[in-house]
């Protein structure tokens, strides 16, 4: 199979973006893998594919395939990136677009600076629509990690996420309990683990290892998460600069009853085609 494709990042996040607008597109896991792969693919921690939309009253529908060949409801870096790739095609001409995800109608405008602001839905902290296995709502939650435990807001931004706050980011044990929080048995779904570093009221530094990709240079919800769960436990103001090894984004919440706002750059990398392999192992 023939693909034509486009690489895009934001803030090092990297994506591989294909149109189905005209062509349905059925990728299996295992060539979903290989288009990820950086040795033998194009490479990327996401594949994004753009689809017409379900309802006409909206305009496109898009699907997020993470590395490892499973599909997640939502992304926030590849919702910008989404949002210049179907400028740059000529697919539409509206600076702002209203898109269906598995998480929830987005609505990502373009700024006339080049960034991008993405409408990223209200932060939900009911354990059940996480989902999270937990007898009651509450601020925080203890969870054993390995051999130690540690307070965590865990809140869903159409996705799952454990939220930490970290000393200091640099020395968190990303590596090491990044995996064994993804894969906690009190997340039915897996969840992305967030490690948070409050700088000030302003400002937090941030790293995520998320579900399905492993640690990536910049996290679009888990960014919206992390301040979500800051402002909710009275430790930030309502608009964030978030700082990740990729570069910054700008994350506003008003609080509940509110969307989280969040403003940044996407960027083109390069287009090509590739050739799928005939056969491709299926298995993980």
Same mark, same amino acid.
């Given at each position: 199979?023939?693909?034509?494709?486009?690489?895009?990042?934001?803030?090092?996040?990297?994506?591989?973006?294909?149109?189905?607008?005209? +062509?349905?597109?059925?990728?299996?896991?295992?060539?979903?893998?290989?288009?990820?792969?950086?040795?033998?693919?194009?490479?990327?921690?996401?594949?994004?594919?753009?689809?017409?939309?379900?309802?006409?009253?909206?305009?496109?529908?898009?699907?997020?395939?993470?590395?490892?060949?499973?599909?997640?409801?939502?992304?926030?870096?590849?919702?910008?990136?989404?949002?210049?790739?179907?400028?740059?095609?000529?697919?539409?001409?509206?600076?702002?677009?209203?898109?269906? +995800?598995?998480?929830?109608?987005?609505?990502?405008?373009?700024?006339?600076?080049?960034?991008?602001?993405?409408?990223?839905?209200?932060?939900?902290?009911?354990?059940?629509?996480?989902?999270?296995?937990?007898?009651?709502?509450?601020?925080?939650?203890?969870?054993?990690?390995?051999?130690?435990?540690?307070?965590?807001?865990?809140?869903?931004?159409?996705?799952?996420?454990?939220?930490?706050?970290?000393?200091?980011?640099?020395?968190?044990?990303?590596?090491?309990?990044?995996?064994?929080?993804?894969?906690?048995?009190?997340?039915?779904?897996?969840?992305?683990?967030?490690?948070?570093?409050?700088?000030?009221?302003?400002?937090?530094?941030?790293?995520?290892?998320?579900?399905?990709?492993?640690?990536?240079?910049?996290?679009?919800?888990?960014?919206?998460?992390?301040?979500?769960?800051?402002?909710?436990?009275?430790?930030?103001?309502?608009?964030?600069?978030? +700082?990740?090894?990729?570069?910054?984004?700008?994350?506003?919440?008003?609080?509940?009853?509110?969307?989280?706002?969040?403003?940044?750059?996407?960027?083109?990398?390069?287009?090509?085609?590739?050739?799928?392999?005939?056969?491709?192992?299926?298995?993980?």
């Amino acid at each position: 199979m023939l693909l034509r494709f486009t690489k895009m990042q934001g803030l090092g996040n990297d994506f591989v973006v294909l149109d189905a607008t005209a +062509t349905p597109l059925h990728l299996t896991p295992g060539q979903i893998r290989w288009i990820a792969d950086r040795h033998f693919g194009v490479g990327c921690d996401q594949i994004l594919i753009v689809e017409p939309p379900h309802d006409p009253a909206n305009d496109f529908r898009y699907r997020i395939f993470n590395a490892d060949g499973s599909e997640v409801e939502n992304c926030g870096n590849g919702a910008r990136c989404f949002v210049r790739f179907v400028h740059d095609r000529g697919l539409t001409r509206k600076d702002e677009i209203r898109v269906e +995800t598995l998480g929830g109608l987005i609505t990502p405008r373009l700024n006339p600076d080049g960034r991008v602001t993405v409408n990223m839905g209200e932060p939900e902290f009911d354990p059940a629509r996480v989902p999270f296995l937990a007898p009651a709502r509450a601020p925080t939650y203890p969870l054993t990690v390995g051999t130690v435990t540690r307070e965590f807001s865990v809140l869903s931004m159409g996705n799952p996420h454990a939220v930490q706050v970290v000393p200091s980011v640099a020395q968190a044990p990303v590596a090491q309990e990044g995996p064994l929080i993804e894969r906690h048995p009190a997340f039915p779904k897996r969840v992305n683990a967030g490690f948070m570093e409050i700088v000030s009221r302003t400002h937090i530094r941030l790293r995520v290892f998320e579900r399905g990709a492993g640690e990536t240079l910049a996290c679009g919800t888990g960014a919206c998460a992390a301040v979500a769960a800051g402002i909710a436990r009275g430790l930030l103001d309502d608009t964030v600069t978030v +700082t990740t090894r990729g570069g910054d984004l700008s994350i506003t919440w008003e609080g509940p009853g509110n969307p989280v706002w969040m403003t940044g750059d996407a960027v083109p990398v390069f287009s090509g085609e590739l050739h799928l392999p005939d056969s491709i192992k299926e298995t993980a």
